[in-house]
């Protein structure tokens, strides 16, 4: 079983930076490859990014390609998402999940957090 926490979130403006954390518990973060996740009001849950166990291999949605990176520390048990250049819509509950293998397929992940709220003023 694993507990994630989302944390890092809040209100900022367009072209605006956060860095949201993800804190793990109840196993290590080495046996999963991590993801990020978002979903805005009225619209469905999409995928943000992804990372596998070792960090080796990352993948992200077009849509914040060059702008966001994930990273994560296996040795504090916490994944990362650095968000630059933030606009208006990506204001949206951010998760973070845990999985298998790093996949966009949100289905494919065992593990959630509760997500935290980001919102982008224009």
């Known amino acids: 079983q694993v507990q994630l926490v989302e944390s890092g979130g809040g209100l900022v403006q367009a072209g605006d930076s956060l860095r949201l954390s993800c804190a793990a518990s109840?196993?290590?973060?080495?046996?999963?490859?991590m993801g990020w996740f978002r979903q805005a009001p009225g619209k469905e849950r999409e995928f943000v990014a992804a990372i596998s166990w070792s960090g080796g291999s990352t993948y992200y949605a077009d849509s914040v390609k060059g702008r966001f990176t994930i990273s994560r520390d296996n040795t504090k048990n916490t994944v990362y998402l650095q968000m630059n250049s933030l606009k208006p819509e990506d204001t949206a509950v951010y998760y973070c999940?845990?999985?298998?293998?790093?996949?966009?397929?949100?289905?494919?992940?065992?593990?959630w957090g509760q997500g935290t709220q980001v919102t982008v003023s224009s």
């Open positions: 999940a845990a999985a298998r293998t790093a996949v966009p397929d949100s289905r494919r992940y065992s593990y």
């Open positions: 109840g196993r290590t973060l080495t046996s999963y490859a």
